[in-house]
């Protein structure tokens, strides 16, 4: 066994050390030309894009290419030699889907960076970069599929299990079908709906009850950043099975309302003429709407609306609460008898029998 063994490292001696060299010679060779291409070209070009996103990947490919060659010039008669050039072509497919799965997501970044968020085409660049990030998502899960079955088809005990279930492909796609179908739904879900761009990232959404925005979408669930910083985590087939409130959906621009109620004896023509200074003072209005109405009235108060429009949701809501305090407090101050009260009326009954 001893002999076997000094036998068998005599053997190896010449192609390890061939295979060696060979291995820090290409990685050298490969980190200086790398560092020769970032001394000429500027880091914010999309061939360097590219490079930078897979270069790591693409140096560990080469390498392993360079192994195959020399294991596949060594000696056939060398002992553990198709064990080992097994292990190498194994590591070499799973390189090579990393660096795929790296170039994809440069497409997706160099993709964003030429659509930047300008003023007035933020809806164009929103709608690219979620249609982007869908597809190059799904992309990086199909190519990792087809990465990991190469790689299990190096196995021949994997290599007749394949072939047996590619015989009894209708049953075995019906039972993963149904195992699957969650997942299956959300990618679906995922592709329609960068297709039909029902929202886009940084869309302002109101799900559940929630005030938020769309802060990040994967290939099966979207991440909502609520108003107060929590996270809303849901999948994307909820969004194509229940129906959401979109406040950006064309633009960004929303009207506000403001209620309060006084008595009866109130002037209005007092309180139009306070919203409107106060719309004149506030930062947020957008000039576009100003409307004072009397949309309600029961047997003791009647109710004033104040409607507004602000640019986008953050200062419609903050015009709102600085309407409703100034003219919570201008009735306070000019007009406090006309504040909302309870009136009740005392009548003295006669009683029979009483002087």
Not at 177 to 196: E, H
Not at 247 to 260: D, H, M, Q
Not at 310 to 315: D, H, T
């Amino acid at each position: 066994m001893v002999d076997y063994f000094q036998a068998g490292a005599t053997a190896w001696l010449y192609p390890a050390l061939t295979a060696l060299f060979s291995v820090i010679i290409t990685y050298a060779a490969f980190h200086l030309a790398l560092a020769i291409v970032h001394k000429l070209t500027h880091r914010k070009t999309v061939p360097r894009l590219f490079l930078d996103a897979s270069s790591r990947a693409l140096s560990v490919v080469v390498c392993l290419l360079v192994l195959n060659l020399v294991l596949g010039a060594s000696p056939p008669e060398l002992i553990w030699l198709s064990e080992i050039q097994h292990l190498s072509t194994l590591l070499l497919i799973l390189a090579v889907t990393w660096a795929l799965v790296r170039c994809t997501s440069a497409i997706g970044d160099v993709i964003v960076m030429l659509n930047p968020v300008l003023e007035g085409e933020w809806k164009r660049a929103r709608k690219v970069e979620t249609q982007t990030r869908f597809l190059v998502r799904a992309l990086n899960i199909l190519i990792v599929i087809i990465g990991m079955g190469a790689a299990l088809m190096t196995f021949e005990p994997v290599r007749h299990v394949g072939g047996s279930l590619l015989a009894s492909a209708g049953v075995g796609g019906i039972i993963l079908g149904f195992a699957a179908r969650p997942v299956l739904g959300n990618l679906l879900a995922g592709m329609q709906i960068a297709l039909t761009q029902p929202f886009r990232i940084d869309d302002v959404l109101y799900v559940q009850g929630e005030w938020c925005w769309v802060e990040e979408v994967t290939a099966t669930y979207v991440v909502l950043r609520v108003w107060d910083l929590r996270r809303l985590v849901v999948p994307l087939q909820w969004f194509i099975e229940n129906p959401f409130q979109n406040w950006s959906r064309n633009s960004a621009e929303l009207l506000g309302t403001v209620f309060i109620r006084v008595d009866y004896h109130m002037p209005v023509a007092a309180l139009r003429e306070e919203f409107g200074r106060l719309l004149r003072q506030a930062p947020e209005w957008d000039g576009r709407v100003e409307t004072v109405q009397v949309t309600d009235s029961d047997e003791r108060t009647m109710e004033v609306r104040f409607l507004m429009s602000a640019p986008n949701s953050n200062q419609a809501w903050d015009l709102r609460c600085a309407i409703r305090e100034g003219m919570v407090t201008f009735v306070q101050e000019h007009y406090p008898e006309y504040l909302p009260r309870l009136r009740a009326r005392l009548v003295d009954e006669e009683v029979p029998g009483e002087v």
